[in-house]
């Protein structure tokens, strides 16, 4: 009976532990959407206001990885609530 409750106090403890680590896994993602954002603005900024010789494909690029990473993020913070969800 005792070996049944220290397991159980490890299970919760583990259960608690990665709870915490996804929130925390969650924070980084959304700061990292936040960045990216601000990155991606700067390059539409650019991209519009500069002349041709500043409207390179480099900007482009920028854009076009920034949004493409924004989405893998959020996808990721999706399948966390997820998991989240499905275990809490």
Not at 65 to 76: A, I, P
Request: proline letters at 2%; aromatic letters at 6%; a positive charge.
């Amino acid at each position: 009976m005792a070996e049944s409750c220290n397991q159980e106090n490890r299970f919760e403890a583990l259960r608690r532990g990665l709870a915490a680590e996804f929130q925390r896994t969650k924070q980084v993602a959304h700061k990292l959407i936040d960045d990216l954002t601000s990155i991606n603005g700067y390059a539409a900024i650019v991209a519009i206001q500069g002349g041709p010789e500043q409207r390179p494909s480099g900007f482009r690029k920028i854009l076009d990885r920034s949004r493409k990473s924004m989405v893998m993020l959020q996808d990721c913070i999706a399948n966390l609530h997820e998991v989240e969800r499905r275990y809490s």
